[in-house]
């Protein structure tokens, strides 16, 4: 895990606390109900597969889960070692010393209702750690598909580079559409190339956790629809989409950067 100094785009809006509650609701509305708004700019035209009928459980930013496991907390992530600081703090609630979740509204852009955010609350993981895990880090370069983009040259020589860090993932759950950035590694499993990046559907490798294929945040979770803040949830499709192809919406008004 790599200290990393906090770099964060703010894409129409200069901070998240300024944002008008209109503007989030129309965002919102338009987005998460299926709509696809503006694009950004020019994508690379590339298609990924999309992965179909996936299990999501919810994590969140200073999250302890299990105090006893290397895996167990979310005060640091895989590609920050002070992701707590480097979000803003607990995204949810701290409650009697403990960092909980909290239900989510899209009359706030989904956004945390308790704390300030300094990157983007749409985050999720999945398990290919390609900093961290010896074995990903070594296929990386053969199986990430925008591994020889210009814009990660720099993982060729620098191993603490993530080429998966950032990267824009869309999301489908009961009609609901809506993006998130990858921020960690898990669940379970760090170097699941097959189902991550197969173009044939793979099943995640993963057994625990009721089998699941990636952890969403409090804010994808409400956006998705979910029934439960903190639960298990089946019925997800997910594929990876360039920048330039993510409309606009709640996901876009504080994007992370920071490497």
């Known amino acids: 895990m790599q200290a990393t ?14 944002i008008s509650a209109a503007l989030l ?3 919102s509305s338009a987005a998460c109900a299926g709509g696809q708004g503006t694009p950004w700019g020019a994508g690379q035209g590339r298609e990924y597969p999309l992965h179909t ?20 907390s979310q005060v640091y992530s895989t590609y920050d070692k002070d992701w707590y600081a480097s979000y803003g703090g607990c995204d949810g609630a701290v ?15 989904y956004f945390p209702t308790r704390m300030t955010a300094e990157e983007n609350p749409f985050y999720l993981d999945l398990p290919f750690d390609d900093v961290n895990n010896a074995s990903a880090a070594w296929m990386r370069q053969r199986v990430v598909p925008w591994a020889g983009d210009a814009a990660y040259s720099r993982g060729l020589e620098d191993p603490s580079f993530s080429l998966m860090k950032n990267r824009w993932v869309q999301l489908e759950h009961d009609g609901r559409t809506c993006y998130g950035q990858i921020q960690d590694a898990g669940p379970g ?7 991550v990046f197969g173009a044939h559907d ?11 294929g ?16 903190n639960g298990v949830e089946g019925g997800v499709s997910w594929r990876f989409v360039d920048e330039g192809d993510v409309p606009d919406g709640p996901w876009s008004l504080l994007v992370t950067t920071s490497r």
Not at 5 to 18: F, P, Y
Not at 189 to 195: F, K, L, P, S, T
């Open 25 to 27: 609701i129309l965002l």
């Open 53 to 72: 009928d996936i299990t999501a459980t919810t994590f969140w930013v200073g999250e302890v889960f299990d105090a006893d496991a290397p895996d167990g």
């Open 5 to 18: 100094a906090l770099v964060v785009t703010r894409r129409r809006i200069a901070r998240a606390s300024g």
């Open 189 to 195: 499993e760090y170097d699941d190339a097959e189902y």
């Open 214 to 229: 990636m952890d969403v945040s409090p804010a994808l979770n409400s956006c998705l629809g979910f029934a439960a803040t």
């Open 95 to 109: 409650v009697g010393g403990v960092c909980q979740t909290e239900p989510r509204s899209a009359a706030n852009g």
């Open 202 to 212: 793979a099943r995640p490798a993963n057994e625990r956790y009721g089998g699941a």
